[in-house]
DNA sequence: AAGGCGTGGAC
DNA sequence: TGTCCAAGCCT
């Protein structure tokens, strides 16, 4: 028994914490079932994602692929195209991909080991002990930003979450807590917990089925956990985007490569632009046009604007149209109105489609 | 270890 | 209005 949990009541902490998850969980899509594949497509799709925004993605992308041999036998451009909004897109081509791999090496279906699961991409260790203890009832640790928050403040610990080393200390905790009963309930119970009543700021306590377990509340710190280092702020940069489109209304986009930043999605020709160059933003985008895609397009002035926030920079965007006279190189792909809707975009150049369309 | 990686909502 | 996020994973 670890020093942190000396005097804490494990079996009645399970108990009022999953009497009050049967009583008051929320009726969500995954909850439908115990599918492994749908347990996972959902988990994956919850990463650092509000509830709200999963469900009608989880809906559409479970009917579109409703098995493990339906997504594995899918074309990426098919999957992005289901995932187009939801951000973080690697996720779904790494969940991609580990579903060929379990459909062609584990029979279609999903491992029950630990070890096993753990070697699937995209499969880090609380989707993993999602996947295992939601799925396949094995008391293994599910230990998110909802259970770090909720337990640092049960147990009054002051650790950075920001750190590996302290999300690995919330896991031996989980091991000595976790009900071997029911863990799929605790763990479920415990994020249904941090989402409904312990939330980040301004908790219910009074409504708290366990906050005679919890030391925060007993001292009155609630709100001071848990600590979390502050993250750095986004960086600007100024760019410029190109519609462009020929004599016969055809549309030319490109593919961006399949690393990085919204890889593999499809975006409209852009470019950064530099203030020391001592040119125009409409010489610079035609440079580029040039050098990258030996393209002379005859642009128009400044359409409009287009700001758009990521984690880690700020791209504002100055939005150009115009046509194509002459191009040689084949880095762009020409689409008609029909065909580009089968093609993700990120959301920015999604606007920047919608104002070339005069919806915006 | 810390930064890259999206988006829309809440306050 | 700006700030902080929300069921993380990868490198």
């Known amino acids: 028994m670890m020093k942190k949990l000396e005097n804490f009541a ?47 993605y989880f809906n559409e992308f479970t009917t579109k692929f409703p098995t493990i041999q339906a997504l594995a036998n899918a ?37 029950n080991d630990p070890n096993e699961i753990s070697k699937l991409k995209g499969v880090g260790p609380y989707t993993k002990g999602a996947i295992l203890s939601i799925a396949y009832n094995i008391p293994e640790p599910a230990v998110d930003g909802n259970v770090m928050r909720v337990m640092s403040r049960i147990l009054s610990i002051w650790d950075d979450i920001a750190k590996v080393k302290t999300r690995n200390l919330f896991e031996e905790i989980i091991r000595e807590i976790i009900s071997q009963e029911y863990p799929s309930d605790f763990n479920q119970a415990l994020m249904e917990l941090g989402a ?11 409504l708290c089925p366990v906050r005679e377990h919890c030391a925060a509340f007993h001292e009155g710190v609630q709100t001071e956990l848990p600590v979390k280092s502050k993250k750095k702020k986004p960086v600007p940069l100024q ?117 070339y369309k005069g919806e915006i």
């Open 75 to 111: 074309d990426e451009e098919e999957v992005l195209k289901a995932w187009e909004g939801l951000g973080y897109y690697s996720r779904v081509r790494n969940l991609h991909s580990a579903v060929k791999e379990v459909n062609e090496c584990y029979g279609g279906i999903v491992p």
């Open 239 to 355: 760019m410029a985007a190109a519609v462009l489109y020929d004599e016969n209304g055809q549309l030319y986009i490109h593919k961006r490569p399949p690393t990085g930043l919204l890889a593999n999605l499809w975006e409209f020709p852009n470019c950064e632009l530099k203030q020391e160059l001592n040119k125009t933003h409409t010489e610079q985008l035609a440079l580029f046009l040039k050098e990258e895609y030996d393209i002379e397009a005859a642009l128009q002035p400044l359409i409009g604007t287009i700001q758009h926030i990521f984690s880690h920079r700020i791209w504002n965007l100055s939005i150009y149209f115009g046509e194509i006279k002459s191009m040689e190189s084949e880095k762009l792909v020409q689409v008609d109105e029909e065909t580009i809707k089968q093609y993700a975009f990120p959301v920015s150049h999604q606007k920047i489609y919608k104002m």
């Open 196 to 206: 409904i009543i312990c939330t980040p700021t301004s908790p219910s306590c009074l």
């Open 10 to 56: 494990i079996q009645d902490f399970q108990n009022d914490l999953i009497n009050w998850y049967r009583n008051e969980k929320r009726d969500l899509p995954w909850r439908k079932n115990q599918d492994p594949y749908k347990i996972w497509v959902s988990e994956v799709m919850l990463q650092q994602t509000r509830v709200d925004t999963v469900i009608p």
